[in-house]
């Protein structure tokens, strides 16, 4: 990118006159209208499924290590394809919903991913050998990975330009809910039933979808314009104007009423924003996340701490909830980018916080493991080093010792940068800022990206802590935080308090200085 991507804002600068009076009362009633609520809570049930299926492991590879049946014992490398190979489903169903997301539409393409979903399931739940629990794993990511492209463009088309940052945190928050479910259930059910579990969720989001609308952005792109209003009137309430609203959808629909062809692909307001995602979306991947989240408990058994690692998985699955909370009730008031800002190091951050939440909570991971304590007994837990990391003239942990916090204290911390900012944002400004031409294709891509990167991560995490210890990949997150601070300052537009229409405008006048 030659020029760039932000600047300073000119006075009395105005890049799209507004007509206030007919936007403020659609927007007051798509506030007092509670069903574009319930449309929302019906799509990301989706993320729900996803986030429970994606740590799965966390629980089951400890248990399974011990399973009786030798053909359902997972040995190291077993252990690791089956903590990975759920990204390799999700990177392929990215891939589907390049073409679902614009072939079905984005709501019938979130009811078709409960087909794989349910099976993979019950594969998990009937197991009895190894190659049905990888296959139910695939079958879950896949359908996960297909949610992941089609719900935050559905949540994001659907809703009203005030209360679109903290919808659009919503499939970030079901996701994490679903994973913090997983963590407190797997305290109490077998794994087998954990699976059974899963298909809840599934069933309910296939029931409430059903009588919800689809996208009216969708909708008109097919030429259904009577039945989009119909949509859009039952989304905002009857006592909202949303002539104006409609209006401005329409003419932005007709103005892209065509895919997008490769000669066009190479047009500035079409890449740019396709590259600004996808980055953001690898960027994400390599802070860590996902290997983290699915090895938790694993990592947990593998560090000195205070206690059982079952105990301190259910914790962090709690704090990740309250950060998305917060996360969802903040980047509509204080913008996408500060958000982001807050989960990487600040460059001129407060006094008492000089560092940020992700960095240090990386570095200070990789500190402990490389220089503080060593467990009271080697390692047991399949899938991370079959030996100790440190040398053997390092103390052992006491089991009272308050040092012994570190690990979990650390955790927690990155896990909350994470859910207040590179977690949800990535979502909602991938679904605000692509053009709504490529859309369904380009959010497809994102996701495949993002997941084939985090298929990398996972598949590779065990090598390299086995190789090399577990403290050089936190070493190595801590790394990709310090550049995501750079990319965020440098390529991230702010989209706070604009409609899908304005910025898709912004992107084609090129005209940076709208955004800070």
């Known amino acids: 990118m030659q020029e760039p991507l932000l600047g300073a804002e000119g006075p009395g600068y105005d890049t799209f006159p507004e007509e206030p009076a007919p936007e403020d009362r659609s927007r007051v009633g798509a506030l007092q209208n509670k069903r574009v609520f319930l449309a929302t809570f019906a799509a990301v049930l989706g993320n729900f499924s996803f986030g429970y299926a994606l740590v799965y492991t966390s629980p089951v590879i400890p248990a399974l290590e011990h399973a009786s049946d030798p053909e359902l014992r997972l040995t190291k490398s077993q252990a690791s394809w089956f903590g990975s190979v759920f990204t390799l489903g999700a990177a392929t169903g990215g891939l589907s919903a390049m073409v679902l997301n614009d072939l079905l539409g984005r709501k019938l393409s979130i009811m078709f991913s409960a087909a794989p979903s349910a099976a993979g399931y019950a594969l998990m739940a009937g197991a009895h050998g190894f190659w049905m629990l990888l296959l139910g794993r695939t079958l879950t990511g896949f359908a996960g990975g297909l949610t992941a492209a089609c719900i935050p463009v559905y949540v994001s088309e659907i809703s009203p330009p005030r209360v679109?940052?903290?919808?659009?945190?919503?499939?970030?928050?079901?996701?994490v809910f679903g994973s913090l479910s997983l963590y407190a259930l797997g305290l109490w059910l077998p794994w087998r039933w954990l699976a059974v579990a899963g298909e809840v969720p599934v069933l309910v989001m296939i029931l409430l979808l059903s009588f919800m609308p689809n996208s009216p952005r969708f909708l008109l792109s097919r030429g259904r314009d009577e039945e989009a209003l119909q949509a859009l009137a039952w989304l905002r309430g009857a006592h909202a104007d949303i002539r104006w609203e409609f209006e401005q959808i329409q003419d932005n629909v007709q103005r892209q009423s065509s895919r997008v062809s490769w000669a066009e692909a190479r047009a500035p307001e079409v890449y740019r924003p396709i590259i600004i995602a996808l980055l953001m979306r690898f960027l994400q991947q390599l802070t860590g996340i996902t290997p983290i989240l699915v090895y938790l408990q694993s990592i947990f058994a593998s560090t000195a701490v205070l206690l059982p690692p079952e105990d301190d998985a259910a914790i962090v699955g709690a704090v990740r909830l309250f950060s998305v909370l917060i996360a969802a009730l903040t980047m509509d008031l204080a913008g996408r980018k500060v958000l982001l800002f807050v989960s990487v190091p600040a460059p001129r951050g407060p006094p008492v916080s000089p560092a940020s939440i992700m960095f240090a909570a990386n570095l200070t991971l990789g500190l402990y493991v490389h220089l503080g304590p060593s467990p009271l007994t080697?390692?047991?837990?399949?899938?991370?080093?079959?030996?100790?990391?440190?040398?053997?003239?390092?103390?052992?942990?006491?089991?009272?010792?308050?040092?012994?916090?570190?690990?979990?204290?650390?955790?927690?911390f990155f896990i909350m940068g994470y859910a207040m900012g590179w977690g949800p944002i990535t979502w909602l400004l991938m679904s605000e800022i692509l053009p709504l031409r490529a859309r369904g294709a380009a959010s497809g891509l994102c996701v495949l990206a993002s997941w084939l990167t985090a298929f990398a991560l996972t598949k590779s995490f065990l090598p390299v802590v086995n190789t090399f210890g577990l403290q050089v990949p936190f070493f190595f997150f801590a790394a990709v935080c310090l550049v995501n601070l750079v990319f965020t300052g440098c390529c991230v537009p702010e989209t706070k308090g604009r409609s899908l229409e304005q910025i898709e405008s912004f992107f084609r006048t090129r005209r940076w200085s709208f955004l800070r």
């Open 378 to 412: 080697p390692n047991g837990t399949i899938g991370l080093e079959s030996a100790p990391l440190r040398d053997s003239e390092q103390p052992l942990a006491s089991p009272t010792s308050y040092l012994t916090l570190v690990p979990l204290l650390a955790t927690m």
């Open 164 to 175: 679109r940052g903290a919808l659009g945190a919503t499939p970030q928050l079901m996701a």
